[in-house]
């Protein structure tokens, strides 16, 4: 089992950047899959990135892909979203899970544990 707790979210005006981080406890942090996802308000939650147990593989949502960027430290127990070139439309809830496999992870009902999400807020 692991506990996320995101932060780093805020607001930020359209062409801006920002870095999202979800620090989780426990010991077999490096054992899951971790993704990024977000729900913006009347909208059904949305997958944005995930990456393998050492980094190694990644992948993003069509939206963002090119614009953001997951990435993990293990010693840190730590997984980080790199927002760039931020639109209006980005502006959501974000989520940070972990799952336990490596099928369907762009599908949140794979992901077992969540964190309590972080606000982003992408001004125009």
């Known amino acids: 089992q692991v506990q996320l707790v995101e932060s780093g979210g805020g607001l930020v005006q359209a062409g801006g950047s920002l870095r999202l981080s979800c620090a989780a406890s426990?010991?077999?942090?490096?054992?899951?899959?971790m993704g990024w996802f977000r729900q913006a308000p009347g909208k059904e939650r949305e997958f944005v990135a995930a990456i393998t147990q050492s980094g190694g593989v990644k992948h993003y949502a069509d939206s963002v892909k090119g614009r953001f960027t997951i990435s993990r430290d293990n010693a840190k127990n730590t997984v980080y979203l790199q927002m760039n070139s931020l639109k209006p439309e980005d502006t959501a809830v974000y989520y940070c899970?972990?799952?336990?496999?490596?099928?369907?992870?762009?599908?949140?009902?794979?992901?077992?544990?969540w964190g309590q999400g972080t606000q982003v807020t992408v001004s125009s």
């Open positions: 426990g010991r077999t942090f490096s054992s899951y899959f």
């Open positions: 899970a972990a799952a336990l496999g490596p099928a369907g992870l762009g599908y949140a009902s794979t992901y077992a544990f």
